[in-house]
């Protein structure tokens, strides 16, 4: 079992909806969480930090977490076409001295 | 943010040869990391980068290959050895900011290698 797991993709969603980005993770006792958004070419820019189950949001993106379940989500509303990257999930592994684990990516495609 | 810069930021190497990127960090940070990203995949952890000791090198990446570098709290060295066409891929360095168990990482722009 992968220690962090996405959806590939791609997940395409028309403009203006609701995208939703699922991740979930094998170590019960990781404590950190984050979502990074990667265009073609570029590096990881990071979107969201979680690290207290529930939801956090930040403008167009709410993060969720729940550790009970081990899953992380993040989600956009009112998804534009500029949204359309990779996003990738990450973890700190317990005792992990703030090292990342990332999962594979899931590819967002948003269209007109 | 950090700002961090990348050098080079591409390059073409024969095999058998060795290159070395250099990472730049406009501020002091406590924490450095080396990543690859090969064609396709996500992103892996080669080693934690450490100020004044040996480098703390991930299951499967071995300091003979993967020579590191830190001189100091702004600057690093990713040495690629004795390169061989598997070693194409995307090196990022990145650095962790904040407290220990909080930290968020920032990634510079990366260096794309490609070995023929």
């Known amino acids: 079992q992968k220690e962090v797991e996405q959806n590939s993709g791609p997940l395409s969603v028309p403009e203006g909806a609701i995208a939703s980005l699922n991740c979930t993770y094998s170590?019960?006792?990781?404590?950190?969480f984050f979502w990074y958004r990667q265009y073609s070419g570029k590096s990881p820019e990071l979107i969201m930090s979680i690290y207290s189950n529930g939801d956090k949001e930040d403008g167009r993106f709410t993060a969720q977490l729940n550790k009970a379940s081990q899953y992380v989500s993040l989600l956009i509303r009112d998804s534009q076409p500029s949204d359309s990257a990779t996003y990738l999930c990450a973890v700190t592994p317990p005792g992990g001295y703030n090292k990342l684990i990332f999962g594979a990516g899931t590819r967002l495609a948003v269209h007109p | 943010s950090a700002v961090i810069s990348q050098k080079p930021s591409r390059d073409i190497c024969q095999r058998g040869t060795s290159l070395t990127i250099q990472c730049q960090v406009d501020s002091q940070v406590t924490m450095m990391f080396w990543y690859r990203q090969q064609p396709g995949q996500s992103l892996t952890l080669i080693a934690t980068a450490n100020q004044g000791s040996e480098a703390t090198y991930e299951s499967g990446f071995v300091i003979d290959k993967f020579p590191i570098s830190r001189p100091n709290l702004t600057f690093s060295t990713l040495t690629v050895s004795n390169m061989s066409p598997e070693d194409s891929s995307i090196y990022l360095c990145?650095?962790?900011?904040?407290?220990?168990?909080?930290?968020?990482?920032?990634f510079g722009p990366g260096t794309r290698l490609t070995v023929l």
């Open positions: 990145s650095v962790g900011t904040g407290g220990s168990g909080t930290d968020t990482q920032y």
């Open positions: 170590d019960r006792g990781s404590q950190s």
